[in-house]
């Protein structure tokens, strides 16, 4: 249960999942399917965020990178995938859906805390 409320809480602060556009309404996909989809489930506390951006493809399809700004995450509970682990690196992307302007998921900031659904890059350590 502990877990299903730390997981819920922090939805806000997800990073890493990219909200889809379907009749110009934003939204985020089920949780179900987030979970499912996710590397790595995390509770964890943003120790820097790297001042140097990262440049990478957005997704396995691109052909064109975008800057990535990484934020280092100590892991203060882990949930699936993060064993033995005690910090990993979170990629930021674009805070814009393409073609709407509209705000894309939420900047992690030094000192916060965040329940995270994470998803390997494909390419980057991050």
């Avoid at 943003?46 to 691109?62: D, M, Q, Y």
């Avoid at 975008?66 to 993060?82: H, R, T």
Wanted: proline content about 7%.
């Amino acid at each position: 249960m502990r877990f299903l409320v730390l997981l819920m809480g922090g939805l806000l602060a997800v990073v890493g999942v990219s909200p889809r556009l379907h009749a110009g309404v934003m939204y985020l996909p089920p949780l179900s399917l987030r979970v499912t989809r996710s590397d790595c489930i995390l509770v964890g506390t943003v120790t820097a965020i790297e001042e140097k951006p990262v440049r990478a493809i957005p997704h396995r399809s691109a052909t064109e990178k975008v800057d990535f700004q990484v934020a280092v995450i100590q892991i203060n509970e882990a949930y699936l995938g993060a064993a033995g682990l005690t910090t990993v690196r979170v990629g930021m992307g674009p805070r814009t859906l393409v073609g709407r302007g509209e705000p894309g998921p939420s900047k992690l900031v030094k000192g916060q805390q965040a329940c995270l659904l994470l998803v390997a890059h494909p390419r980057e350590s991050f």
